[in-house]
């Protein structure tokens, strides 16, 4: 029987960095933070870091806190509020309430994404994605292998049904009546072949069609209800006019009423009357101008509430094309990974049938930072959003090569 031996990776001189604190993590997008007003009676509320590094604070609206530790995110937030004259003496607390996820891929047992945690190594990481596969008992690339092929499976029906939600999404913001074929993501197409997408995409062209004919119908509905106060302003108007037109009558009756008077042709109480008629009209002249005005006003809070409508109902499209967008990104994470776990699981299991091999474990670690990826050790801390690459070599050169061939006639399966 053939045998393996685990060499274990190669120890550098250097000294390794420490552990970043979890109050010195700088936030970025995809982190969510707990923001409290301990002064006020509502719940803490839970504001994720956008894409653009903001958050939504209360009161406050759009914070750019991506970059800072929760430390300076608050002191952010806190002079804010105090030059919004909003808070003279800001009570409020923030804490992270998640990181991003980690990734890690390669050759470990269970490749995919896993929350992060304060003080998270290279080791913990591949611990938590299942170890290595190169500790697999001789029976167990069997088992692997169908396992990964479920995995498989699965993340390709992730990647369709998110590409979809995404295809959705993007044909609403364009105003398509349905899904078009550009609308589906370009970087999931590949993913997407042999795969039936008529059941999803008659499903999403439903929920596309009932979401806009709800929109639709609430606008309809706002523009009758402007129509009709429109209508009811051109009644008033001519009411207006008519009570003015008899206002002025009236005071030309009371013109010719004083005159008389001072001829001794009428009595005062005659004038009096004249002069409490005008009141009246003067009095109705000025409810009706009220009236009207009221009017105008419902017509532009109508007017403000369709314009708010289409907003708010744009910026959610545009939020859940974010969130399927991230979604989607990670299926296809998922699949790539699976998909190589795959390739490296067949070609140990070929390497270990046909020759004693020595397998050595290398990491790296791929950061969002200008340094891109480096090498690491399994003591070497990790921050969120960090992609771990667990690479397994071996002292044969024909072994792995080998073994790839099968898998990836398994992967087309």
Do not use: W
Not at 46 to 71: C, E, M, T, W, Y
Not at 118 to 127: D, H, I, M, N, S
Not at 146 to 157: F, L, N, P, Q
């Amino acid at each position: 029987m053939a045998f393996c031996a685990l060499a274990a990776p190669v120890q550098r001189a250097q000294a390794q960095p420490l552990l970043p604190k979890a109050n010195e993590l700088p936030l970025a997008a995809g982190d969510v933070v707990r923001l409290d007003i301990l002064d006020d009676s509502t719940d803490p509320v839970s504001l994720p870091v956008g894409a653009d590094g903001n958050i939504q604070a209360p009161f406050l609206g759009s914070v750019h806190v991506a970059g800072k530790s929760i430390a300076e995110a608050l002191d952010t937030l806190n002079r804010h509020y105090k030059d919004a004259k909003i808070f003279v003496s800001p009570k409020v607390s923030l804490a992270v309430e998640s990181y991003r996820q980690i990734f890690v891929l390669g050759d470990v047992r269970q490749p995919g994404a896993y929350p992060f945690q304060v003080g998270l190594t290279v080791q913990k990481a591949v611990a938590l994605a299942g170890g290595h596969i190169a500790v697999t008992a001789p029976q167990d690339p069997v088992l692997a292998q169908a396992r990964i092929r479920g995995d498989i499976d699965t993340a390709r029906s992730d990647v369709a049904r998110e590409a979809i939600s995404v295809a959705r999404l993007s044909a609403q913001i364009a105003g398509h009546d349905e899904i078009l074929d550009t609308d589906i993501p370009t970087d999931a197409k590949p993913y997407l072949r042999g795969v039936d997408l008529d059941p999803l995409r008659d499903l999403a062209n439903r929920i596309l069609k009932s979401d806009e004919s709800g929109i639709a119908t609430k606008i309809a509905a706002l523009d009758a209800q402007i129509t009709s106060a429109r209508r009811s302003t051109v009644l008033f108007e001519q009411l207006l006019k008519k009570v003015g037109t008899s206002a002025d009558l009236t005071r030309s009756d009371l013109d010719r009423a004083k005159g008389l008077n001072k001829r001794g042709l009428n009595t005062l109480s005659q004038v009096s009357d004249i002069e409490r008629q005008l009141g009246s009209e003067e009095s109705r002249q000025l409810e009706v101008m009220g009236d009207l005005s009221n009017i105008n006003r419902e017509i532009g809070v109508l007017e403000s509430e369709i314009v708010d409508t289409r907003q708010t109902h744009h910026l959610t499209l545009l939020s859940d094309l974010q969130d399927h967008g991230s979604a989607l990104d990670k299926a296809i994470v998922s699949l790539k990974s699976s998909e190589q776990a795959l390739v490296a699981v067949v070609g140990f299991q070929a390497a270990r049938a046909t020759a004693n091999v020595d397998i050595a474990l290398s990491y790296a670690i791929r950061r969002d930072t200008a340094q891109g990826e480096r090498s690491a050790e399994e003591t070497s801390p990790l921050r969120p959003g960090d992609v771990v690459v667990v690479t397994m070599k071996t002292d044969t050169n024909d072994a792995i090569p080998a073994g790839k061939q099968d898998a990836q006639h398994l992967v087309q399966r």
